[in-house]
Every structure is written in C-alpha cells, then in structure tokens.
Nanobody, 117 residues
C-alpha cells in the first residue's frame, strides 16, 4: 500500500521561504512521478509542480509559481521536495503531494502553508 506523508508547512512572512517534504513508502520510488498540488479556502485544488520518474529531469510548474518554486527528488530517501521562495499571501493553501498519474488517487495528508503580508 502506497503512502505519502507531507510535512514542512508553516507560517511565514511574505518574501520568505519554506521547503515542503513528501516521504513515500510502499512503492518502487524511482519509477514513480509525483506532483505537488494546493487548495486554498473556497477554491479548487490546483497543480503546483510535477517531476518525472527516475532522475526527475523533467519538471513542470504552474505559471503562478515559475521562478519561485522548485520541485526535486532524492531517490535514496524516497522523498520529493518543494522549495518555495519569495512566498506571497496568494500562496496560502493546503499543499498536497500526489503520486502520478491522477488515476492512482494516492495523496499525502496535506500540509498548511500560510503567508502573511
């Protein structure tokens, strides 16, 4: 059974940084692709970033986070990261890691990120 455990959220001032971590278990990590999504109050869940399997050489970002967020993976630690810099109040949301493709329906429990102005 695949499990994803997300962590690293918190309260930060605008312009600050946070690094989210997603630890995967129960899967052959290197063959999996992952994504980070977020959901703000009253809004639909949206894609933030994805990373391909293996070395993770292929990444994809939402326009709203390009140049500020970086997704990465450490296959030795079964972990996917989301480094978030230059945070804005609009980045406030619950962030979820997700095992791709969508059909897996495997999600982490979510970690709250709050950016104050």
């Amino acid at each position: 059974q695949v499990q994803l455990v997300g962590s690293g959220g918190g309260l930060v001032q605008a312009g600050g940084s946070l690094r989210l971590t997603c630890l995967a278990s129960g899967t052959i990590f290197t063959i999996d692709a992952f994504g980070w999504y977020r959901q703000a109050p009253g809004k639909q869940r949206e894609l933030v970033a994805t990373i391909s399997s293996g070395s993770g050489e292929n990444t994809n970002y939402a326009d709203s986070v390009k140049g500020r967020f970086t997704i990465a993976r450490d296959n030795a630690k079964n972990t996917v990261y989301l480094q978030m810099n230059s945070l804005k109040p609009g980045d406030t949301a619950v962030y979820y890691c997700h095992l791709l493709p969508d059909a897996t329906n495997v999600w982490g429990q979510g970690t709250q990120v709050t950016v104050s102005s």
